[in-house]
């Protein structure tokens, strides 16, 4: 059965979080390391004026997208990154 995770970028944690709702160390995962550093600048950049309905910042958008995409693939079957918001392009709990 495959490691629920989800995908959400959040202040000091995250991107990705247990199904319990607790930050995964990055380093813990099977992800290459220059991915790592990827997701964590990523997500460093993140604050709340990135998902505004009206002004979404759409490069950063995008960027998630395809972090989002290379996580998936790195962590393969083992585990599943699903989605809770919109914002990834697909609909929530995909």
Known sequence: MAVLLEFWPEYNSG???TSAGGSVDLVAL???AELRVRLQSWNAR???????HDQNDEGWLEEGK???AETR???G???SVVVTEPWWGE????
């Not at 993140?46 to 505004?52: F, P, T």
């Not at 609909?91 to 995909?94: F, L, Q, S, V």
């Open 66 to 68: 395809r972090l989002l």
């Open 30 to 32: 099977p992800l290459p």
């Open 46 to 52: 993140y604050d709340d004026s990135k998902l505004l």
């Open 73 to 75: 693939r790195a962590l």
């Open 15 to 17: 991107p990705l979080w």
């Open 91 to 94: 609909e929530p709990g995909a």
């Open 77 to 79: 079957d083992a585990y």
